[in-house]
């Protein structure tokens, strides 16, 4: 028997690739399907619950994947956590206080929990690269483009990138945000000292930029993405480890050992 997945967000645009390789590997057991708007269909070999609670009381899952909305994410999390499943979210929307919630949970419970802004590996690519960056320049900002239907903003890649970078260095400003002239709003918002700048405009389907600068010289690294493909094989890696450890972890570097 494999690993026993119950899969939240199932009937959604990620959720559909999820289910059909999900019941194609050979490790891996689609046990329960989530969807609020298709309950009572069938995929995968399952009939699609309504709701998280239903699915876990009828069946008992290993693992737990949420690619849901941001509204229902947290409340996903936490109820699949003390029923003792291993959880991996596909969902952003997340804070930092939210995630410092789960940690907390997860470690009292006994459990994984593993979380990405980006499940790509090139995606993860960029997070370390950019990391790199951070370390001989000081001076950066993040922007994220997706389409105008994206609810959440900042994206969760871009959330996770500032996440990240705060962990090795702090970004320098001649001028802080809060002495602007003008609009301060045009700066973006801060988070962990980063600035962030949203781009909602269709045509784009998901891309996130981080921008190095120095006296005279810039680098810019810049990840995107144009179909739902790269995001299963992540979320897969990480329903196989996420079992393996206790608490939470955050972003694909962790799994690829960047």
């Known amino acids: 028997m494999g690993i026993r997945i119950c899969l939240a967000g199932a009937s959604g645009h990620v959720g559909r690739e999820l289910v059909a390789a999900i019941t194609a590997a050979a490790d891996l057991e689609l046990c329960a399907a989530v969807g609020r708007r298709s309950a009572g269909e069938m995929l ?3 009939t699609v619950d309504g709701s998280l ?18 509204d229902a ?13 291993t959880v991996v979210v596909g969902t952003s929307g ?3 206080a939210d995630y410092a919630e789960i940690d907390a949970l997860a470690k009292q419970k006994g459990v994984g929990v593993f979380a990405a802004g980006n499940f790509s590996v090139t995606a993860a690519l960029l997070q370390h690269f950019a990391l790199l960056a951070a370390r001989q ?8 483009y997706a389409g105008d239907s994206k609810p959440d903003a900042p994206s969760g890649t871009a959330r996770e990138l500032a996440y ?3 962990q090795v260095a702090n970004p320098e400003w001649k001028i802080p945000v809060a002495d602007t002239k003008g609009m301060k709003e045009a700066r973006g918002a801060t988070l962990n000292g980063s600035q962030l700048h949203s781009v909602r405009v269709p045509g784009y389907y998901s891309a996130v930029q981080a921008v190095f600068g120095d006296v005279g010289e810039r ?11 790269p995001y299963v094989t992540g979320t897969l890696l990480a329903a196989r480890k ?17």
């Open 44 to 46: 995968g070999g399952v």
């Open 53 to 70: 609670k239903a699915a876990l009381t009828r069946t008992q899952a290993d693992v737990v994947i949420d690619y849901t909305h941001p």
């Open 73 to 85: 994410v947290k409340g996903h999390v936490q109820e699949a956590v003390a029923a003792g499943c």
């Open 94 to 96: 997340l804070s930092d």
């Open 137 to 144: 320049t000081p001076h950066w900002e993040i922007l994220d």
């Open 164 to 166: 990240q970078l705060v």
């Open 219 to 229: 680098i810019e690294l810049r990840h995107e993405s144009t179909s739902y493909a």
């Open 242 to 258: 996420a079992q393996g450890f206790t608490g939470l972890r955050r972003g694909m570097s962790d799994l690829l050992g960047l």
